[in-house]
């Protein structure tokens, strides 16, 4: 089963080091993030699968990297300057700031309906280039990465002999100034896109778009976010943004917030390149540009067929990779009973909680917030026991839990019988898993079993496709509940039979069934299953 709340998934994160939150150590930076050990591993997989998906396995893209930094016109003549604004209201009670479209009538945090009017807000990290801050050293950090391609359009376009219809993918930083980061990776001010400006003749967009539409939803497919998970948002022509003609935003059902935008797919018409280009009059744009009277190209495309220069149209499928690494965690998420808890300890653990709930109900320590928080979350984990017995230590981790005396006797109950009946598990991908293979000595102080685990490691990862692991901290069960957790789809042991015969015994994650097989074919062994 996926995630239920998104508190399993941030836990897990902390937990095992897939996320920090930035400058932890100074008190943090709201809405900004680093990827630990096993996350940087995560985040590079996401990305690599997108870019052989999208550039190595079609013939019709091409790649690029531009700068963060650019010059301002390109701001200016794209409309972000002027457009990327969100309206945002005041709470003139608990003195809070948020984005209009996020406000019913009354505020979020303190449901006071004295409200500030809307007032234009722009999303753009300002900076200055150079040792003096003044008007001419002026820059933004780049809110989208779409705009260093289109700039470039030229360029890729002289330096490839490409014809229409071709696209070109980027993958990289966007920066923005979210009034309200919120939700853990979902709404952040620094973030890595994987976006695709793909350039079309005029009058195909719309065939287009619908092509893009399906492949996109078959990569998410592809990598373990299932079809029936995803819904597709048409979005109405009063909330499209400047440059769009029709926008789908694919909608993610993520824990606790519900269906939620993990990538727009926008046709974006011959507004950008139209605006970046010279001689605007002459090109026949049908998109309302603003005229340009700074660029020095014009963007456009020779038509062999008909003799003449014409604006290409555009579609972009535009994801964030942090958004996409919630989605798939969410998705590989499982609690899994491995044998079923003896009745009388459950039912000691059901009297636990009922306890805890009831003191939690009578507790004047802690607000109103939190206490409803706790209350609604122990009654869904009351009612779905035994299965939801590893949520517990979820629940006692929710903002005032710590404050209930009772809590104590309830993780004293609950953990060793979750440890012990349940695991945690990432039913990953295997291409998208942090660890590929984790090799384990049967016991750590016997020079023999420990000098062949090691060197299996070592031959594993110096094939170059796979990150391998040696772990001997603990005992074999112990240490395959820790691989399982990061969604390692391969323990293998080493053993004494190992010394005589060569072989290991191979775990899967996801069955745990095991086999032996010959040190001599692992790698052949792993990769077939990988
Ligand atoms: P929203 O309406 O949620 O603010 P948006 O419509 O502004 O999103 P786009 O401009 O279409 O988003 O950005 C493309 C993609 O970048 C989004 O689909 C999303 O995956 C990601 N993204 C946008 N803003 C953020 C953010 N603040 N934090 C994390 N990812 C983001």
Redesign the pocket.
């Known amino acids: 089963m996926p995630a239920t709340t998104m508190d399993q998934i941030v836990s897990l994160c902390k937990r095992r080091g897939f996320i920090f939150p930035s400058s932890e150590i100074y008190g943090g930076l709201q809405g900004l993030y680093d990827y630990g050990p096993l996350g940087v591993e995560l985040k590079n997989n996401i990305m690599q699968d997108w870019w052989r998906a999208n550039v190595y396995e079609r013939d019709d893209m091409e790649g690029l990297d531009a700068a963060i930094l650019m010059n301002r016109l390109v701001w200016k003549y794209s409309g972000h300057e002027d457009t990327f604004v969100d309206p945002l209201v005041d709470c003139r009670n608990c003195k809070s700031r948020w984005r209009a479209d996020h406000v019913k009538g009354k505020c979020p945090n303190c449901g006071s309906t004295d409200l500030t009017e809307p007032r234009p807000f722009n999303m753009m990290f300002k900076t200055a280039v150079g040792p003096v801050a003044d008007a001419e050293s002026f820059a933004y950090l780049r809110p989208?990465t779409a705009q260093g391609i289109f700039v470039n359009f030229a360029n890729v376009l002289a330096t490839t002999s490409r014809k229409l219809p071709f696209g070109i993918a980027q993958i990289g930083k966007g920066f923005?100034n979210?009034i309200n980061p919120r939700n853990f990776l979902?709404?952040?001010r620094e973030?890595d896109?994987m976006e695709i400006e793909y350039f079309v003749m005029p009058g195909t967009e719309d065939e287009w778009h619908q092509r893009w539409l399906d492949d996109r939803r078959a990569w998410w497919e592809s990598i373990g976010v299932p079809r029936e998970r995803i819904t597709i948002y048409d979005v109405p022509k009063d909330e499209l943004a400047h440059y769009s003609k029709r926008t789908y935003d694919l909608m993610y059902a993520y824990p606790d917030i519900g269906a939620q935008?993990?990538?727009?797919i926008a046709s974006r018409s011959d507004y950008d390149l139209g605006s970046h280009s010279k001689d605007q009059g002459s090109l026949g744009i049908q998109a309302r540009v603003n005229p340009n009277s700074h660029s020095t190209a014009r963007l456009t495309y020779f038509d062999t067929a008909t003799n003449r220069h014409l604006v290409p149209f555009v579609i972009e499928p535009?994801?964030?990779v942090?958004?996409c690494f919630l989605a798939v965690l969410s998705e590989a998420y499982d609690e899994q009973m491995v044998k079923a808890p003896p009745p009388e300890k459950l039912a000691a653990v059901a009297d636990a909680l009922a306890a805890f709930l009831k003191s939690v109900g009578k507790s004047e320590k802690i607000s109103a917030n939190a206490r409803d928080a706790i209350l609604d979350r122990g009654q869904t984990i009351a009612a779905g026991l035994p299965d939801a017995l590893p949520q517990i230590e979820t629940l006692l981790a929710l903002p005032g839990a710590d404050q209930i005396e009772l809590g104590k006797k309830l993780r004293g109950q609950a953990q060793p019988l979750a440890d012990e009946h349940f695991r945690t598990v990432l039913h990953l991908k295997p291409d998208l898993a942090p660890i590929k293979a984790a090799v384990f000595p049967l016991k750590r102080n016997h020079d023999g079993l420990v000098a062949l685990a090691k060197d299996i490691r070592k031959g594993l990862q110096k094939s170059g496709r796979m990150r391998a692991i040696y772990d001997d901290t603990g005992a074999i069960g112990k240490l395959y509940r820790r691989q399982d957790e990061i969604g390692t789809p391969f323990c293998l042991t080493v053993d004494f039979q190992s010394l005589e015969d060569q072989t290991v015994t191979v775990r899967d994650r996801d069955t745990m069934a095991q086999e032996r097989v010959a040190v001599q074919e692992l790698e052949a062994y792993l990769e077939d299953r990988l």
Do not use: D, K, P, Q
């Open positions: 989208e923005r979210e979902f709404r952040v973030f896109m935008e993990i990538e727009g535009s994801a964030g942090g958004r």
